[in-house]
Each structure stands twice: as C-alpha cells, then as structure tokens.
C-alpha cells in the first residue's frame, strides 16, 4: 500500500464487520472510506431485528470498536446476554456509527456497483499491484462517482443474494414469475410483516436456522390467527439436522430452537414435507403452486425462503481473484469451511494471509468471505479485519498471529446440513460457524450476520 499511502482505504458495508474494520483501521494511522448502501448502519441486520443471536454478546463485539466507544462513554451490555439483531443495531451499531471518528468517515446511501484497477482493466498486469483502486458509487442523490484508494475491504456481506428455491443451484421453474407470492427471507411475522401471513397457507422451505425461527414464530402467530397454516419443506429425507442436538448443543439458545421446532412438528402445529426438493412454481389466483421433483405439489398464499445466501461477485468483475471453486469462498479458505467436510473445531483462526487474492491489498471479509458456507461467526470476521487491517499498515507479523475464542460447541448443525461433534479447545482456538450463529448469518444468519437485503452492503 505504500504507493497510495495517502489514498484512503475502501470499506464496503456498514455492518458490524465493515466498522470494526474501520475502528481497526483508525488505530492503525490509516483513513477509512465506508460506503453502506443502506439508509443507515447495520441496514441489513435491520430486516431481522426480530431475530435473536445464539451467541451473547461478549462474542459479537469488536475490541477495536469497543475500545472507541468506551472512550466516548458507551457502556457495554451485560456480556453473557444473548441480543436481538435491533439490540445488536441499536445498542452497537447506532452508537459506533455516530463517534466522530466514524460518522465522518462514513457514507450512506452508498452502493458499489463495481470496483477496479485504475486504468486498468483485469487483463493487464503491468504495474497492477501498484496501481490504486477504483470504487465506482451509486449516491441515493442520483449522483455516480468514482473514488480513487489505496485498497479495498468488501465487507458487503451475502443478505442481498439469497439462494434460489430450485434444486440444483438454479431457480425452479416459474420461481422469478411468482416473485410477488416470496417473502423476504427472515420475515417479522408477529410484527412488522403480520399481515402477510396472518391467517394465510404459509410454506417454509428450507432446513436451516433461519427455518427454525421463522417456523417458531409463525406458531406463535397461530396462537392469535388460528386459521394460519404452516407447511415446511426440505430437501433431505428428514428434519434432525434443524432439530440438531438439542441439551447437548454448546449454545443453549440454539439447542432449545431446534427441540421447540421438533415438539411443534409432533403436534401437529408445522405439517412437514421431507425430501421435497422444488421443481416449479405456477402462480394461481389463490395463492402458488409448488412441485416437488418426484411430482408431489403444496399450494400455498405464501412462501417464505430460508434457503441461504451466496456471494454477489459481479461488483468484482475486474479484479483478480482467487476463489474455491466450491463455496466461492477466498482459494485457501474454501477447503477449510466447505459444508460438505467441515466439522466444528477444524477450522483455524485466519487473516490477511489466507484473505488474499492476486489483486494485492484487496480483501474480501465477514460474511461474503465465506462465499456458499452457512457457518460465518461475528467473532471470525473480527479477526479477520484485525488482521487484515495490520497487514495494510505493513506490520506483517501482526498479521499473521491470529487468535480467535469461541464458546464450547458441543452438537451442533448448520444451514448446510453438516452435523458437527467436535468441541472446540483453548489450545487450537476454532472458527467453526456450526457453532455460532445468528440467524440469517445463519449468525444462526445469520451472525451468520451476518448476514443487507435489496443490494444493502453491510
């Protein structure tokens, strides 16, 4: 970064690790540049505020950020509580956002559409890596300029780029005509988006964290709109990966969610659909259509995905880049997060150097660094923008000595599907997801925060 070093860096997103990586930046000597495509800080979070984290607090806060806010007063929540996403925003977010040192630095409304080489487009490489960046930005003022910096941490996380319903990896037929009968993933059904559902044939597809909660809360809604209908559907031949491991889960809170979804499905509250894999959607005047593969069908008012979320690359369609070709997650990362094979305590803490990509100085972090990979912890991406942040102000052996804590996992399962039965231990610190998340973030979305919806960077 030494040719720029009067250019500030790029921070995209204003989530909990796009500041965190600006607090850290700030402690380090270096300028940041945090563009939130959303309204406001945390914009993404904001769709689930209703949610509660696994994990407690002591887990979901940043050193850096909470030595700046400590120095203005801020007085830290009770550490062991567990928050809601509006605790996580109001409580944290809000405060961190409105420090000087961060508010005027930051820019809402903000959105990346692509970043770049200046003068450069991917295909040339002659003086690349000294070259500064460009971030091409969409103002909400209707306004687009490019800004010129010295490097670029994409911490615009996954929120806006949900997994389709179709099996395969592509949408089911007819799902982008029947768009107007598919909720926003993670909805407030007893709040905010009551209306929508309240004694309506809801269908919730998928089997992970998000499901739960969202199937938990529509039980909730059934006590006061008794004609509300919940159906579920998953892909696998049965439901145990969302019921996980119950009392033996290392995080209370997540253990008591997949028991209290199994005691409604016996009931007779959730009517379950396994090994339903979606093949079409056909809209009709009373509500959708949905075929399964083998040729079974639900009709439903309503769909609500809980499917997941991928990373959005097309912004870097002009850099180099250096992805598994599995999870989409940075090359050295992917093998070590992979549903398919990674179990909780196997995954190492990690940094700038297994950050990297071929465009020097260019980071992708937080959620979006785990491309596919449903298992993303606040606590990771912490660390992750700790370390990357001491490696763009040169200090190389700072960098490398990560070091992450995490709560004792004991059972546990991720949206993936990946059952895990490894604890984690003090001596090789893990960075497994399947064991901490929030919703969304499957952080439980979300943290795994975790992770804005409609193209909010955060």
């Known amino acids: 970064m030494d040719s720029a070093k009067n250019l500030p860096v790029a921070v995209i997103g204003a989530g ?46 940043d050193a850096a950020a909470v030595r700046l806010l400590e120095a203005a007063g801020w007085e830290a929540p009770r550490p062991t509580a567990l928050p809601y996403g509006g605790e996580l925003i ?26 770049t080489r200046q003068g450069l487009d991917k295909t040339h490489i002659k003086g690349r890596n000294t070259t500064p960046f460009v971030v091409r930005v969409e103002h909400s003022d209707g306004e687009t300029r490019d800004h010129t910096v010295a490097a670029v941490i994409d911490a615009s996380g996954t929120w806006s780029t949900r997994n389709p319903l179709g099996t395969s990896g592509l949408p089911a037929i007819g799902e982008e ?63 145990d990966k969302v019921y996980g491991g119950g009392d033996l889960d290392g995080l209370p809170a997540r253990g008591q969610l997949g028991a209290r979804v199994r005691r409604l499905v016996e009931a007779g509250k959730i009517e379950l659909h396994t090994g339903f894999g979606i093949s079409t959607l056909k809209s009709i005047d009373s509500g959708v259509t949905v075929e399964a593969v083998d040729g079974r069908t639900l009709e439903a008012d309503i769909v609500i995905p809980c499917t997941g979320f991928r990373p959005d690359l097309n912004i870097l369609r002009e850099l180099r880049l250096n992805l598994d070709p599995a999870v ?34 260019f980071y992708i972090v937080g959620m979006k660094s785990y491309g596919r990979a449903p298992t993303f912890l606040l606590a990771t991406g912490y660390e992750q923008v700790r370390s990357v942040a ?69």
């Open 16 to 61: 909990p690790i796009g500041l965190a990586a600006a607090a850290h930046l700030l402690e380090r000597g270096l300028e940041p540049l945090i563009l939130e495509a959303g309204t406001s800080p945390g914009a993404a979070i904001e769709q689930w505020r209703h949610i509660r984290l696994f994990s407690p607090w002591r887990f979901n806060t």
């Open 90 to 115: 109001d409580n944290y977010l809000t405060p961190l956002a409105a420090l000087p040192q961060i508010a005027s630095r930051l820019q809402t409304g903000a959105r990346v559409p692509a970043v």
């Open 177 to 239: 005509a029947a768009q107007d009968r598919i909720s926003t993933p993670l909805p407030d059904v007893t709040g905010r988006d009551r209306a929508a559902f309240a004694g309506r044939r809801v269908l919730v597809v998928g089997a992970g964290h998000s499901a739960a909660n969202t199937l938990i809360n529509l039980a909730d809604l059934t006590k006061e709109e008794p004609d509300t209908r919940i159906l579920w559907a998953v892909r696998g031949a049965t439901a």
């Open 328 to 361: 989409e997650a940075p090359m050295e990362l992917g093998p070590l997060i992979d549903p398919e094979f990674h179990s909780c305590g196997t995954v190492p803490p990690h940094g700038a150097k297994l950050l990297a990509h071929p465009d020097n100085d």
């Open 390 to 458: 001491a490696a763009l102000a040169g200090d190389q052996e700072s960098a490398d000595t990560v070091h992450l804590e995490l709560p004792e996992t004991g059972v546990c399962s991720t949206d993936a599907g990946t059952s895990c039965d490894v604890p984690a231990t003090a001596s090789a610190p893990a960075e497994s997801g399947c064991c901490t998340a929030p919703e969304p973030v499957l952080v439980g979305f979300p943290t795994g925060l975790a992770h804005g919806r409609s193209g909010t960077n955060n």
